[in-house]
């Protein structure tokens, strides 16, 4: 099976850029309610995974942070604990799922390494547990 047929492509995905604002970060996740989200670079290619975890922790690096400090910092100056590990449009089904067993969603990206969307842990499991319904009984 094509793993294209999963994608909710980039248009349709909120992300984020390497070189963007924690503000404008926290101001993103928070509209779209994400407790993680993809970072791209200038050249649109996939750079890693924020998580709410990642700016906690570097939060707390910065003492007496205020909404108008959080626009001078720089959201790639934040370490990431893991980032999300892409897969290539081109890839099987059996990577995908090894990755979406430990990501909240697989990032995908072309043969140049540009991001071109998502595919979330949540259509693939709607797309397991259809074909398991509509499996014979074998009792």
């Not at 995908?96 to 949540?122: E, S």
Request: proline share 4%; aromatic share 12%; glycine share 4%.
């Amino acid at each position: 099976m094509n793993i294209l047929f999963f994608l909710k492509p980039k248009s349709e995905t909120a992300c984020v850029y390497d070189y963007g604002t924690l503000r404008q970060v926290l101001e993103t996740m928070e509209y779209h309610k994400y407790a993680s989200i993809p970072m791209l670079n200038k050249e649109g290619e996939y750079a890693g995974t924020i998580t709410e975890g990642d700016l906690l922790w570097g939060i707390k690096r910065y003492t007496n942070l205020n909404l108008k400090e959080a626009e001078n910092i720089f959201i790639q100056d934040f370490p990431r604990k893991a980032d999300y590990k892409a897969v290539s449009a081109d890839s099987d089904m059996e990577d995908l799922i090894q990755k979406a067993m430990n990501q909240n969603f697989v990032p995908v990206v072309d043969d140049q390494n540009k991001f071109i969307g998502i595919i979330t842990r949540k259509s693939i499991i709607e797309y397991c547990y259809e074909k398991l319904k509509n499996l014979p009984d074998s009792y």
